[in-house]
């Protein structure tokens, strides 16, 4: 009997290990995702932003050279 429950304990531990490995990549997968949704919406909060910055460059009247200054 002793034989087996050495036997079972080493399973159980190992079996611990594992799990614990499963979780730390998931949680390294959760984080490297958290990071690339992160930059993908900056990027794209970046491009509406220069995007409404064109437009309002746009909008704005071209200057005229003024004879009365030369």
């Known amino acids: 009997m002793r034989k ?3 036997l079972t304990s080493v399973r159980n531990e190992l ?4 799990m614990s ?3 730390n990549e998931h949680e390294q997968r959760s984080r490297t ?3 690339r949704n992160l930059r993908a919406r900056r990027g ?3 491009h509406e932003e220069f ?3 064109n437009q309002d460059i746009a909008e704005l ?3 005229e050279p003024n004879d009365d200054m030369h």
């Open 51 to 53: 995007k409404r910055l």
């Open 4 to 6: 087996a429950e050495r």
């Open 44 to 46: 794209i909060e970046l």
């Open 33 to 35: 995702a958290a990071q």
């Open 61 to 63: 009247p071209e200057d």
């Open 15 to 18: 079996l611990d290990i594992f």
């Open 21 to 23: 490995m499963e979780v």
